[in-house]
C-alpha cells in the first residue's frame, strides 16, 4: 500500500487537469500558490469589452469556489511542506498579441463570426517565482479560452489554492473549429436555467456550438411572434415555451461564454405537430399504424409539393432565424418517410397538378427555403439525407451533418460539402438505454450499444477520407435526443461524456486512452469532479478508489 500510495502522490501534475490537452505544453516541479490579493490586470487592453471582464469575474469566482482538492490518495496533503515554501502569484496578465489593432470585439462578437474565421488560438504561461503569469491571444475570444485553462491548473489544499508544476508554458489552438452539443427540447422541455447550466460546462471544455434542435413532432415549445398558434396549440403546456425573451437570454448566455447557437426547425420531416395550429400543411397527420409513416410516434410531416405550404415553411424559417445573430441555421431534412405522401390526397393532387415527381417537389421546396436563408445572409446546415437520399440542389455552402454513421462521412464529402461529424455510433448520447416504446419489452434502443467517453474519443473524424475529403470537415458533435431525458438526467447523460468529443476536436484525432504520460482517465475525472464543484451533476467515471489512484485500475494495471 505504501508503494502504490508513493507512485500516486508524486505523478499527480497540471497536465492532468487540461481538457481538452493543450497543442504544446510544458510544465515544472516547483510549487506555486496563489496570493491572496490574486488579480487580474487588463491594463494593457483598451476598452476591454464587457463579457470580458465578465469572463474574468468568473474565473476569480472559480478560482475562490472551486476548492478542488488533488485526485491522489492523501488529496494533496503531501504536498504541503512545499507549499508552505512556495512562491505566491500576484497577478495574470491579460493582453492582446501585436497582430490585434484598434477597439477590441468582443468575445460575443467572435463567437458568431464565420466558423473559418474565428480565432481562438492563446499563449499562457505561469512563472515558478510569483511573478506575473500572462495569457497573449490575436483575439478576445483566445483570452477568454485561455482564462478557461488557467482556472483548470489549481488545486485547494486548506484553503491553499496551489499548483506543484510550475512553471507551466502554453501554446495553444483548435485543429477544428466546431465543436458542439446538440439537444432535441421538443420530446421532454428544459428550463433555461438547465440550458444555461449545460452552456457553462460546455464553455469549461471549449466548445463553440450550442446546437438547439428546439422543435419536433411531439412538441413546438418557440414562442415565433410572427405565428403565435404553434406554441399555443404545439406546447406541453403555456409554461412550457421558450419566449422570444428566452431565446435571447439563451443567445446571449452562450455567445458570451464563446459559443454560437445553431438553431434547428426540421422540416419537412418531424413536423406533425404543426397540424394542431395549421392543418392544412401537414400531410398524414396522426396517421395509423405510426411506424408505416414515421419513424416515431406521432405521425405527419410538411405538404412540401405544395405552394402554399411552402412558402408558409419560408416564412416560419424567415422568422426564426431572424431572432440567432448566428450566420448558420438548420432546416433539418432527415427521415423523411414517402409512405406518408402516398396515402396523403393533397399531395397527390398537388403533384398531379404541376406534373412533378416528389423528389422534384421536394427540390423547389428545399431552395425556396434555403434561400430564405442566404438571402438574409445564413448558412444552412441540413442532415446528411439531404445529400445522399434525393437529388436536391443544395447552396455549395451548405453545411451537413452525418448522422446515420461514420461511414457516409465520404460519401457526403465525395459531394464537395463541409460536413459536422455526427455520427450515431460514436455520439448519440441517449443510445443504450433501452427501448422506450411500449408494448416492446424485449425492445432496444435503436443505436445500442451504450456510447463511452472512452469510445467516443476513439473517433477518428478524418478515416477513410481522402486528404481533399478532409478539409472539409470542419468538426463533430455529441447529440443528446430526449425521449427519455429530461431535466432530472441532463446532467448525469451528458457529462463528463460530451467532454470527449470536446477534446477530440479540439486536440485532434489520435488520442490514446492508454497513454501514459498524460492519460485520459486522470483527465476526465479530473474535468468531472471540477464540474460538480461548479454546480454540474456529472457522473462517475469509476469509483472513487480508482480516482484517487490514476492508472491503477487500468485494463493492463
Not at 501534475?13 to 481538452?20: D, Q
Not at 446532467?491 to 461524456?497: A, H, L, N, T, Y
Not at 476536436?505 to 490514446?512: D, K, L, Y
Request: charged letters at 15%; glycine letters at 6%.
Amino acid at each position: 500500500m505504501t508503494r502504490i500510495f508513493l507512485v500516486v502522490a508524486t505523478v499527480i501534475s497540471a497536465a492532468y487537469a487540461l481538457w481538452p490537452l493543450p497543442t504544446d505544453f510544458s510544465t515544472g516541479t516547483a510549487a506555486l500558490t496563489l496570493a491572496s490579493d490574486f488579480h487580474i490586470d487588463i491594463s494593457a487592453i483598451p476598452n476591454p469589452p464587457q463579457d470580458l471582464l465578465d469572463a474574468i469575474s468568473r474565473t476569480k469566482g472559480y478560482l475562490q469556489t472551486d476548492q478542488l482538492e488533488a485526485l491522489v490518495v492523501d488529496r494533496g496533503a503531501s504536498y504541503n511542506q512545499s507549499l508552505q515554501n512556495a512562491s505566491s502569484l500576484v497577478s495574470l496578465v491579460l493582453s492582446y498579441d501585436s497582430g490585434v489593432a484598434g477597439e477590441p470585439t468582443s468575445i460575443s462578437e467572435e463567437a458568431i463570426d464565420d466558423i473559418d474565421s474565428r480565432v481562438e488560438g492563446y499563449t499562457l504561461t505561469v512563472p515558478e517565482d510569483g511573478s506575473a503569469a500572462t495569457i497573449k491571444a490575436n483575439s478576445t475570444l483566445g483570452l477568454f479560452r485561455g482564462l478557461t485553462t488557467f482556472g483548470q491548473l489549481w488545486y485547494d489544499l486548506n484553503n491553499t489554492t496551489y499548483t506543484i508544476e510550475a512553471p507551466i508554458a502554453i501554446t495553444d489552438s483548435p485543429v477544428f473549429p466546431y465543436r458542439g452539443f446538440m439537444l432535441d427540447t421538443s420530446r421532454n422541455y428544459f428550463p433555461v436555467s438547465d440550458i444555461l447550466r449545460t452552456l457553462d460546462a460546455m464553455s469549461w471544455v471549449k466548445m463553440t456550438t450550442f446546437h438547439w434542435h428546439m422543435v419536433d413532432s411531439q412538441s413546438f415549445p418557440l414562442e415565433v411572434p410572427e405565428f403565435p398558434e404553434l406554441s399555443l396549440n404545439g406546447a406541453y403546456g403555456p409554461s412550457l415555451v421558450y419566449s422570444t425573451n428566452d431565446v435571447q437570454t439563451i443567445v446571449s448566455y452562450a455567445n458570451a461564454r464563446g459559443i454560437d447557437v445553431l438553431p434547428e426547425i426540421d422540416t419537412p420531416g418531424h413536423t406533425a405537430i404543426i397540424a394542431q395550429a395549421y392543418p392544412e400543411h401537414v400531410a398524414c397527420p396522426g396517421a395509423t399504424p405510426w411506424a408505416t409513416y414515421a419513424n416515431e410516434p406521432p405521425a405527419g410531416q410538411l405538404r412540401f409539393a405544395n405552394a402554399n405550404t411552402t412558402n408558409f415553411t419560408a416564412s416560419l424559417i424567415s422568422s426564426v432565424s431572424a431572432r440567432f445573430p448566428g450566420k448558420y441555421f438548420s432546416t433539418g431534412g432527415d427521415e423523411l418517410n414517402t409512405e406518408c405522401y402516398a396515402i396523403d390526397e393533397s399531395t397527390q393532387a398537388d403533384l398531379n397538378t404541376t406534373g412533378k415527381t416528389l423528389e422534384q417537389a421536394l427540390d423547389t421546396f428545399t431552395q425556396t427555403v434555403q434561400s430564405v436563408l442566404e438571402d438574409s445572409g445564413k448558412t444552412p446546415v441540413v442532415w446528411e439525407e439531404m445529400v445522399l437520399d434525393f437529388n436536391l440542389t443544395l447552396s455549395n455552402n451548405t453545411i451537413v451533418m452525418v448522422w446515420i454513421s461514420s461511414a457516409d462521412a465520404a460519401a457526403v464529402a465525395d459531394k464537395g460539402f463541409r460536413l459536422v461529424q455526427a455520427p450515431s455510433d460514436y455520439f448519440y448520447l441517449d443510445c443504450g438505454a433501452g427501448g422506450w416504446v411500449g408494448a416492446n419489452p424485449s425492445g432496444n434502443s435503436w443505436c445500442d450499444p451504450f456510447k463511452t467517453w472512452q469510445y467516443a474519443y476513439s473517433f477518428d473524424p478524418v478515416a477513410n477520407l481522402t486528404d481533399a475529403q478532409a478539409k472539409l470537415v470542419i468538426g463533430g458533435e455529441h447529440l443528446l435526443w430526449t425521449e427519455q431525458s429530461h431535466a432530472s438526467n441532463l446532467d448525469s447523460i451528458v457529462w463528463p461524456r460530451a467532454a470527449a468529443s470536446a477534446e477530440l476536436f479540439w486536440s485532434g484525432p489520435g488520442g490514446n486512452i492508454k497513454n501514459s504520460v498524460f492519460p485520459d482517465v486522470p483527465r476526465l475525472h479530473d474535468v468531472a469532479f471540477r464540474m460538480t464543484q461548479r454546480g454540474v451533476g456529472a457522473i462517475a467515471l469509476q469509483p472513487l478508489w480508482c480516482a484517487l489512484r490514476p492508472g491503477v485500475c487500468d485494463l493492463t494495471a
